[in-house]
T-cell receptor, first 113, second 109 residues
């Protein structure tokens, strides 16, 4: 069974641009959560999607958005990138909502220059 | 308070046991987790414990939960150099998941 797949693994963008990251959950998993990991702030929850609906949202500005498709794949989008958005973005999938057992992808490392 | 706290660093000798500690503040946690993160990689789920259990053992890993003190620990027996990584504890509270800052475990030969 394939694990959680995130693409791309690495990305370099300039300030003001936007970026879309993709996450394919484990087959059969319907819940996808996104996290931002930075050295200063640690792991912070962005949002959770289940059955194409956002169920929970962390404390991030509206520039951060996401969506989930009918096949459970999820994308997150960051618009008007800032230097401080440089981070490792991790996606986690679980069978059901509520993260009872979440499996993480390897992450997308985003660098904003 | 809503913080999950861990000490930042731990150094042990190969073959010794490692004990990584974590404290949390929300008594309504349903599950508590330990994740391992190696350089450049995502988080790997090591083990988890349901909040009504006080111990779980899985090969070299032993998780102890003291719900009264809100204290969680991960013991790694016979620690190997391949165990060097950052270990995160996390608590699940309904639809939310909160992580500690991670403990960097260094295993010296």
């Amino acid at each position: 069974k394939a694990g959680v797949t995130q693409t791309p693994r690495y990305l370099i963008k300039t300030r003001g641009q936007q970026v879309t990251l993709s996450c394919s959950p484990i087959s059969g998993h319907r819940s996808v959560s996104w996290y931002q990991q930075t050295p200063g702030q640690g792991l912070q929850f962005l949002f959770e999607y289940f059955s194409e609906t956002q169920r929970n949202k962390g404390n991030f500005p509206g520039r951060f958005s996401g969506r989930q498709f009918s096949n459970s794949r999820s994308e997150m989008n960051v618009s008007t990138l800032e230097l401080g958005d440089s981070a490792l973005y991790l996606c986690a999938s679980s069978l059901a909502a509520g993260n009872t057992e979440a499996f993480f992808g390897q992450g997308t490392r985003l660098t904003v220059v | 308070g809503e913080d999950v706290e861990q000490s930042l660093f731990l150094s042990v000798r190969e073959g010794d046991s490692s004990v990584i500690n974590c404290t949390y503040t929300d008594s309504s946690s349903t599950y508590l987790y330990w994740y391992k993160q190696e350089p450049g990689a995502g988080l790997q789920l090591l083990t988890y414990i349901f909040s009504n259990m006080d111990m779980k053992q899985d090969q070299r890993l032993t998780v102890l939960l003291n719900k009264k003190d809100k204290h969680l620990s991960l013991r790694i027996a016979d620690t190997q150099t391949g165990d060097s990584a950052i270990y995160f504890c996390a608590e699940a509270i309904y639809n939310d998941m909160r992580f500690g800052a991670g403990t960097r475990l260094t295993v010296k030969p």
